[in-house]
């Protein structure tokens, strides 16, 4: 029983499309993040919700849109998808919003080609 | 904006070697935690600390969070193959909810 699982694993798309990314978990958690990892493995945090409210947006395009339909998933949404977007998008889940310890998934990787 | 940076951003030992990572924050933290991401893999909780000079022990691993709670290292002694990954430190900013996470560290261990 995965704990945080996110699908697809693998994504392979042309440019300007949109695809969508989905995570949820199973943990009773309240805080779910989405994170971006580039190619020289930055984690950069893009949005956090805490009980389906969004608590962090940050400076990402607003290609991105996150919806969160109930506190166990957080579904991440690219429009019109570009070479840059190319990355290691990984889903995250904490107890709490106050920095407890984050449980994150498998990761997508999103190549954009 | 508010940064975390580890130095150094790759090393290399020798089985059998120490390691130490630092990671330095341009803000305050609450709280840090560290990760370990093995290749191919996604990050993997460690520990926490919370108060000001606060040192933790796990096995081989040693962490500590500085006094002015804006600096932190991982210790790991007598390094094996298994350790071999890249470890993220990961700041809470002090009065936010923003889970800030350091540059990385790869370690790779050569037997």
């Known amino acids: 029983d995965t704990a945080v699982s996110q699908t697809p694993k693998y994504l392979v798309t042309q440019m300007g499309n949109d695809k969508s990314i989905k995570c949820e978990q199973n943990?009773?958690?309240?805080?779910m993040y989405w994170y971006k990892q580039d190619s020289k493995k930055f984690l950069k945090i893009m949005f956090s919700?805490?009980?389906?409210?969004?608590?962090i947006n940050e400076t990402v395009p607003n290609r991105f849109s996150p919806k969160s339909p109930d506190k166990a998933h957080l579904n991440l949404h690219i429009n019109s998808l570009e070479l840059g977007d190319s990355a290691v998008y990984f889903c995250?889940?904490?107890?709490?919003?106050?920095?407890?310890?984050?449980?994150f998934g498998q990761g997508t990787r999103l190549t954009v080609v | 904006g508010q940064q975390v940076m580890q130095i150094p951003q790759y090393q290399h030992v020798q089985e059998g070697e120490d390691f130490t990572t630092y990671c330095n924050s341009s803000?305050?933290?609450?709280?840090i935690q560290w990760y370990k991401q093995r290749p191919g893999g996604h990050p993997v909780f460690l520990i926490q600390?919370?108060?000001?000079?606060e040192v933790k022990k796990q096995k081989r691993l040693t962490f500590q969070f500085g006094e002015a709670k804006k600096n932190s290292s991982l210790h790991i002694t007598a390094t094996q193959t298994t350790d071999v990954g890249t470890y993220f430190c990961?700041?809470?900013?002090?009065?936010?909810?923003?889970?800030?996470f350091g540059t990385g560290t790869r370690l790779q261990v050569f037997p």
């Open positions: 990961a700041g809470l900013v002090y009065n936010t909810d923003k889970l800030i």
């Open positions: 995250a889940s904490s107890l709490l919003r106050w920095g407890t310890e984050a449980f």
């Open positions: 600390l919370v108060k000001s000079g």
């Open positions: 803000t305050t933290l609450s709280n």
């Open positions: 943990l009773g958690h309240d805080t």
């Open positions: 919700y805490n009980n389906k409210e969004l608590i």
